[in-house]
């Protein structure tokens, strides 16, 4: 059973990406072929051995003409080349007329050609392979005619016929591609490349022909530019200067930030992508998903960026963005899209005079707003909103019926965002088009880029994004199917884990037998409800782990050794904390999948909090030579109500992972901003940041994976720190905030979200005082059935002179306090599972007993049961409050101080 929920997730994860694809292998050598018979190696390495180079014949066309060094290119070029590489032999290219190619094959002057199409009557006289793949034939056509006068494989160098128009024939003709040899002599070397496609190969050269295809497009535009426009990009591809661009973040379809790909996609990208083919310029975007629109017009305006995706689409808007255009030149259009009113689906479709009777949301400053009031010049019931995301919220929850957009906007949020809740109700007789908008300087660039969107399909860019239907949600939700076999290999795993420290506990062949039999039927039944496995686990991992924190705590106390065994006691302390964190992970991580964490909202303070992980933290730093700050400048002390626990688990997850990932001498910080405060709200921005080794884009991808779905099972993709990532991304989530991550090669990496937390007076969160309390008028009764832990809360108090009883189980318990004076115990420390009587029923018990103080004595469970269930089961049973093992005393202090504050003996 363990074996099978091992391999389970396994199971399970056969046949995700990157299964089963058939990616023809690419080899170096002949030799390595499979299927090359021994003879034909033999005869090629004989060929090698007394020939300086073979020669190759091809037509001037578009797989083959002169660059402007006067050198062959193009698709020919790059297959002798890799040919040379693949036999070892230099194959040596030279361009022919037809017949002189067919007279040269036949006279021995040149050995293989690629130009003769497969026929019955060519296969008698030349030795050919089977088919490379298969390209298209061109139609050609005098400016002044209808009818093709001709016809060619390829496209036969057009730019230097002006009067010649080119294209495919309707419907498509394609025409297969051969490998051909001239004599027998070279016949081992077709079949060796028939051997290669015999291994899936073909794919390799087609796409091969299309990078040698795309050359010589280029190749056909740049020649067609004037002097001083080649010059440019002459210019650029040999300096390898790229051009930096803007790229919009939320104007899908023309850019938009994808957050599931961690790309900008849309339809300026693409066109983008196409006028680096044509021209070989090279286009990189500078901005990030950070800068507004205000921000990203002032680099444009400087020049630190040369492009952005679009400038406003309209003429008649306001000073502000007119005299912002001054600043800028556009390209011709590429996009034009309609405005419209958008609405929820659920409202009928109106007449433009119904329009004065309903409530429209209208974007601030945009020219849909100017279009609208044009429009509807009178209308006495609109509402004005920042940004379209803040419009389409009042839209969903219906604060207003109509929203003043366009076409794109509506794709924006049914498609890109897979939010389709809404349709164009009414769609106005008013267009408006999408250009790229340059620096006033780039008037050559701009030259170059027209004439370049004039060579494009435009409309088949633009139908490609605005007809994609994104599935992003999709994938989320099949990710997530995946925790469900993660869960069970944990489960596997921590079942053989007790199996074995089971078997280890016990000496008797009988007894262990009856044992294993009995915590074989335990771990069957446990399987089947997962939340009581993982509380049990929880309790037997707590227990010992108890007696390790306490017993160190006492040792650091009472030692008079050296300081390196202080220093030893130390890293007990540490590695028991993160072993108790790990522990919080895990228990997360069983509920991860179908419910948010239960947060235990307290007042406390964020710089208080702050210098509690500095000080668990600066240890671990000191270990590495790691130099660590943390910083709270500006973070007021006021109490803020929230978990306090959990957000240390998340500083700790991601500062362990940071220590990590840092190599020694690096450095780490924790910093705390505050984003904005209000008389009962304080937003706060976190920073966790350092300069180790970073991570490249596989990496990046992988991380937002992780933090995307909150999936703690993809732990192993990203080593340890895996299952924290996730972690934290889940808790900081029910927290109200998001994790974003930004990181390069060698230059760190920054995680880093925000909060808003209710605030609260001072005085309400005083950190405890470092002074012993005196509780020495005080008696209360340790239930416990452990003498170790006994034995840890009583050293852990005599500084403060309490008296403490103590009773092995709940069945002592009861009678102790049933046989004490009125008022003798001032407080009850309650264990959970004990032998003979649990707490819960001996708090019932004692509650039920029929004198007046038992009602009011506070009952506080100190157990290792410590989930949500376990807390709820323990208050209801008469329990007055809960204390989680491994106990911290500081704990213990302020609930003695808070219990028996106001009480007397």
């Known amino acids: 059973m363990a074996l099978f929920l091992l391999l389970l997730p396994f199971i399970l994860f056969s046949g995700c990406n990157g299964m089963g694809e058939n990616v023809p292998p690419r080899y170096s050598d002949f030799r390595e072929v499979p299927g090359v018979e021994k003879r034909d190696i033999e005869a090629i390495e004989r060929i090698i051995a007394k020939r300086e180079y073979l020669g190759c014949g091809a037509l001037l066309n578009s797989e083959t003409f002169y660059t402007e060094e006067g050198e062959p290119g193009g698709f020919s070029r790059n297959f002798c080349d890799w040919l040379s590489g693949f036999f070892g032999i230099p194959f040596v290219l030279s361009v022919y007329e037809r017949d002189s190619l067919i007279e040269a094959m036949a006279a021995g002057e040149i050995d293989f050609s690629g130009e003769f199409t497969p026929t019955e009557e060519r296969a008698k006289r030349y030795f050919m392979s089977n088919e490379l793949f298969r390209r298209p034939v061109c139609a050609f056509t005098p400016k002044d005619a209808q009818d093709p006068v001709d016809e060619s494989i390829t496209e036969a160098a057009p730019a230097d016929h002006d009067d010649i128009i080119s294209g495919d024939f309707s419907p498509l003709i394609f025409s297969p591609v051969s490998f051909s040899a001239g004599n027998r002599e070279m016949a081992p070397f077709v079949r060796v490349i028939n051997a290669c496609?015999?291994?899936?190969?073909?794919?390799?050269?087609?796409?091969?022909?299309?990078?040698?295809?795309?050359?010589?497009?280029?190749?056909?535009?740049?020649?067609?530019?004037?002097?001083?426009?080649?010059?440019?990009?002459?210019?650029r591809v040999r300096e390898e200067k790229s051009i930096p661009v803007i790229l919009e973040n939320e104007n899908y379809p023309v850019s938009a930030y994808n957050s599931q790909s961690r790309s900008w996609e849309g339809i300026a990208v693409e066109i983008l992508r196409q006028i680096e083919e044509k021209t070989?310029?090279?286009?990189?975007?500078?901005?990030?998903?950070?800068?507004d629109e205000d921000t990203q017009f002032s680099l444009l305006e400087k020049g630190t960026a040369v492009l952005r995706t679009s400038l406003d689409g309209q003429e008649h808007i306001d000073m502000t963005h007119t005299e912002r255009r001054k600043a800028f030149i556009s390209t011709d259009p590429y996009l034009s899209d309609r405005y419209m009113l958008i609405s929820k689906k659920s409202l009928e479709y109106l007449l433009p005079a119904e329009v004065f009777h309903v409530r429209a949301g209208l974007v601030t400053d945009s020219d849909a707003a100017f279009v609208f009031q044009k429009w509807f010049p009178s209308h006495d019931k609109i509402k004005f909103y920042s940004s379209y995301g803040r419009a389409f919220d009042a839209l969903d929850r219906g604060a207003i019926d109509l929203l003043m957009g366009t076409g794109n906007k509506l794709l924006l949020v049914n498609n890109f965002l897979e939010r389709s809740l809404y349709t164009s109700n009414i769609i106005l007789d008013s267009t408006y088009t999408v250009s790229f908008g340059l620096n006033h300087n780039e008037i050559i660039l701009r030259s170059i880029i027209n004439k370049a969107l004039g060579d494009i399909d435009l409309d088949a860019a633009g139908e490609h994004w605005k007809s994609r239907v994104f599935d992003d949600r999709g994938r989320s939700a099949r990710r997530?199917?995946?925790?469900?076999?993660?869960?069970?290999?944990?489960?596997?795993?921590?079942?053989?884990?007790i199996l074995?420290?089971?078997?280890?506990?016990?000496?008797?062949?009988?007894?262990?037998?009856?044992?294993?039999?009995?915590?074989?039927?335990?771990?069957?039944?446990?399987?089947?409800s997962r939340g009581e496995f993982f509380s049990r686990m929880s309790h037997e991992i707590r227990i010992p782990l108890n007696a390790i924190v306490g017993m160190t705590q006492i040792a650091k106390k009472t030692t008079a050794s050296s300081p390196r065994t202080l220093r030893y006691l130390d890293e007990i302390v540490i590695a028991s904390t993160r072993m108790l964190a790990l522990l919080n992970n895990i228990l997360d991580v069983s509920k991860a999948d179908n419910s948010k964490p239960t947060l235990h909202w307290e007042l406390f303070s964020l710089p208080g909090t702050v210098r509690e992980v500095e000080n668990m933290m600066a240890h671990r730093c000191r270990e590495k030579e790691i130099h660590f700050t943390c910083s709270t400048e500006g973070i007021p002390e006021t109490a803020v109500l929230g978990d306090k626990m959990r957000l240390k688990q998340v500083f700790i997850n991601l500062l362990e992972n940071a220590v990590k990932f840092t190599s020694r001498g690096g450095r780490i910080g924790l910093y705390l901003e505050s984003r904005s405060e209000t008389e009962t709200v304080l937003t706060v921005g976190f920073w966790v940041r350092d300069n180790g080794i970073g991570m490249n884009s596989v990496q990046m991808a992988r991380t937002a994976e992780v933090l995307s779905s909150s999936d703690a099972g993809l732990a192993d993709r990203l080593g340890s720190g895996g299952m924290g990532l996730a972690i934290s991304q889940y808790l900081v989530n029910a927290m109200g905030g998001n994790i974003t991550v930004e990181s390069e090669v060698n230059g760190g990496t920054t995680f880093n979200f925000v909060i808003s937390f209710e605030k609260a007076a001072v005085s309400e969160t005083r950190e405890p005082s470092l002074e012993t309390p005196d509780f020495s008028e005080k008696r209360i009764l340790l239930v416990e059935d452990l003498e170790i832990n006994r034995e840890i809360l009583r050293e852990s108090l005599a500084e403060t002179g309490i008296k403490i009883d103590e009773a092995e189980d709940g069945v002592i318990a009861v009678e102790k306090i049933a046989a004490s004076p009125q008022d003798y115990y001032n407080l009850v420390f309650m264990d959970i599972q004990m032998p003979n009587m649990d707490g819960y029923e001996a708090t019932r018990r004692i509650r039920k007993l029929e004198r007046e103080d038992v009602k009011r004595i506070p009952v506080i469970a100190m157990t290792a049961n410590t989930l949500k269930e376990d807390i709820e089961k323990a208050i209801m049973s008469g329990m007055n409050g809960h204390i989680a093992k491994p106990v911290?005393?500081?704990?213990?202090?302020?609930?003695?101080?808070?219990?028996?504050?106001?009480?007397k003996r």
């Open 197 to 235: 496609l015999a291994t899936g190969s073909s794919a390799f050269f087609m796409e091969m022909y299309k990078e040698g295809i795309t050359e010589y497009q280029r190749h056909v535009f740049v020649k067609s530019l004037e002097p001083e426009e080649q010059r440019f990009i002459g210019r």
């Open 500 to 528: 074995a420290l089971f078997i280890r506990s016990h000496s008797m062949k009988k007894k262990l037998e009856i044992q294993v039999r009995d915590r074989t039927a335990q771990l069957e039944t446990t399987v089947k």
């Open 280 to 291: 070989g310029l090279r286009f990189e975007r500078i901005n990030s998903r950070k800068e």
């Open 888 to 903: 911290d005393m500081e704990i213990v202090i302020r609930t003695l101080k808070k219990e028996l504050a106001d009480r």
């Open 480 to 497: 997530q199917a995946g925790i469900f076999g993660w869960m069970l290999f944990l489960l596997g795993l921590f079942s053989i884990i």
